[in-house]
């Protein structure tokens, strides 16, 4: 079936950046609509970036300004430049996607695994 896995993830110092990927792979027909979604210790899932077919972005304001989210439809890859990072940045990011395969006949949403992301001071 489809799969998508993050990469990227790492340690960093509070101010220093990061460019997390998410690569899909499987028998993959199209991609919709791209998102990047963040768990921090103690804290529900949240979204932090919606990135279209075309390009187009959106961010939650936390991240608005440090985060850029990007695309290479050729390589069914999805990345997120993260810069400027906070402590409160530390969690684990998970790339979500709406994809169309040969073994299903509709866009079906799927979930990455995650990455880790650790800010220190």
């Known amino acids: 079936q489809v799969q998508l896995v993050e990469s990227g993830g790492g340690l960093v110092q509070a101010g220093e950046s990061l460019r997390l990927s998410c690569a899909a792979s499987g028998r993959i027909r199209s991609i919709n609509n791209m998102a990047w979604y963040r768990r921090a210790p103690g804290k529900q899932r949240e979204l932090v970036a919606i990135i279209t077919y075309g390009g187009s972005t959106n961010y939650a304001v936390s991240v608005k300004g440090r985060f850029t989210g990007s695309r290479d439809n050729a390589k069914s890859t999805v990345y997120q430049q993260m810069n400027s990072l906070k402590l409160e940045g530390t969690a684990v990011y998970y790339c979500?996607?709406?994809?169309?395969?040969?073994?299903?006949?509709?866009?079906?949403?799927?979930w990455g695994q995650g990455t880790q992301v650790t800010v220190s001071s």
């Open positions: 979500d996607a709406d994809v169309r395969s040969d073994y299903r006949d509709e866009y079906y949403n799927y």
